[in-house]
Nanobody
Framework: QVQLVDSGGGLVQPGGSLRLSCAAA????????MAWFRQGPGEEREFVAA????????WYEDSVNGRFTISRDNAKNTAYLQMNSLKPEDTAVYYC????????????????WGQGTQVTVSS
């Protein structure tokens, strides 16, 4: 069992930045690929970014590539999502996820979810 706690969301103006954090407790953190998904109002939950177990490989959804950076600190059992140059279309609830996949995880491959943190980009 793994417990994930997301934090760091908020209201930010277009062009601004936020850093999301995901603190994990329970089984060995490095057992899992860590990922972020998001769900906008009336939309399906979608993949945003993922990072391999020891941080050597990352994957990004095309619309965030170059603006968002995923990272992890295995000593602190924490994953991060640095979001820069935010746009109104980035507004969503962001969910941390842990997956046993060996590649970019699909929704069906997520083993554990955080509770979600709201990100609102608006002037």
């Amino acid at each position: 069992q793994v417990q994930l706690v997301d934090s760091g969301g908020g209201l930010v103006q277009p062009g601004g930045s936020l850093r999301l954090s995901c603190a994990a407790a329970g089984r060995t953190f490095t057992t899992y690929i860590m990922a972020w998904f998001r769900q906008g109002p009336g939309e399906e939950r979608e993949f945003v970014a993922a990072i391999s177990r020891h941080g050597g490989t990352t994957w990004y959804e095309d619309s965030v590539n170059g603006r968002f950076t995923i990272s992890r600190d295995n000593a602190k059992n924490t994953a991060y999502l640095q979001m820069n140059s935010l746009k109104p279309e980035d507004t969503a609830v962001y969910y941390c996820a842990a997956s046993s996949s060996w590649y970019k995880p699909r929704l069906s491959e997520v083993s554990y979810w955080g509770q979600g943190t709201q990100v609102t980009v608006s002037s």
